[in-house]
């Protein structure tokens, strides 16, 4: 604690003594950057258990979200014009300046970017920007703005625009009359939606909800209400979200891994390709490894991954592995091509790759000679859970 107390130093030595400490905080960020750019660059948060550099750089290096996504993108810019390691270093270039010049920056432009961006604010690299990369005039822009409504107290879920809604109609308040497209707004405008859809909790087992709706979601969500509003009189959209969800999940289980309440007797195995899983199989390892990555980790970490995850073979179909309970497991996607890369090589897997996306882009087209002689199973990588394997090649 009393190495922060600085209470006792002169002005004239805590001034020198910041600016020591700055410098050399930029002259480690720039080291961070390149260490990050060349952990990304050779993947070592796979053999971690983290299906990607955002989440190792998350979970085990504990960055916050904003900080690992801009510190990724810096390093990536850096890796590829090298250069932007010593304006960072130097204090030339802040981290949200590598971040803004990133797109923009070629072979052709990186050094003059670099130097007319040289100890600029972020709002100067901005019209920096604009001026070297003017975008299209904004088109006219009318809105009808509602007026403010008052607070609920415990009814209101959450701050802004984010309220509780009884029921959505298409002549509520605020209805764009003539819309410029992109996430534009005038500067009166109530503030932009974010870029992505967000769940933000409130309290306990309470979250807000905030998302962008195109014109057919809308008359879909308006359609859905009407129907239900002999059970659901009030319209309330978390409801009907509710419900919509419950009706969802199970045709998307039945996709994904086959689920049913009526599993029917497994009938003789007519497929004579090698990938091939039969549904029971889906559905027993599915509760088995609880719809999550079992890769795991040296040091026993299993990935937390549950998104673009993947049946695989434990023993690779191409060594005999077969399509059981024991010879299936769940992998994301990261962690099924490291391990097709660990076993056949990263330059092997990248040509079959390119040759699945070529074959994919001509679909009309017969599978080469070359492919039908190779062996099957050493190929592109098993198909994301609940896909059926594509006959074989005759």
Known sequence: MKRYALSHLSDDVLLRDLAAVVARERSTTAEVLAHIAEVDARKLYLPAAYPSMFAYCVGELHFSEDAAFKRIKAARAARRFPAIFDAVAEGRLHLSAAVMLAPRLTEDTVDELLAAATHKSKAEIEQLLAERFPAPALPAWVEAIPPPSPTRGDEQRAPGPVEETRRLVPECAGQVLQQAPGPVQPPWSP????????????????????????????????????????????????????????????????????????????????????????????????????????????????????????????????????????????????????QAECTFGAEFMRHKRLAAAAARAEPNERVPAARRAEPSGVGESLCPAGKAAPPAAR
């Open 191 to 338: 503030p932009p939606a974010p870029d992505r859809s967000r769940v933000k909790p409130l309290a306990p087992q309470r979250y807000a909800l905030q998302v962008t709706i195109d014109q057919e979601t809308h008359d879909a969500l308006c359609y859905a209400q009407e129907l239900l509003s002999h059970e659901l009189p009030s319209g309330d959209v978390a409801h009907v979200l509710a419900m919509a969800l419950r009706a969802l999940i199970p045709q998307l289980e039945k996709r994904k891994f086959a689920a049913t309440n009526q599993p029917r007797p497994r009938r003789p195995d007519t497929s004579v390709h090698p990938r091939h899983i039969a549904p029971d199989v889906q559905r027993a390892v599915w509760r088995r490894d609880g719809g999550q990555c079992t890769f795991v980790s040296e040091d026993g970490r299993r990935c937390s991954a549950r998104r673009f995850v993947e049946f695989d073979h434990a023993l690779e179909v191409a060594r005999g592995g077969e399509a059981t309970l024991e010879g299936i497991r769940l992998r994301c996607r990261a962690h099924n091509q490291y």
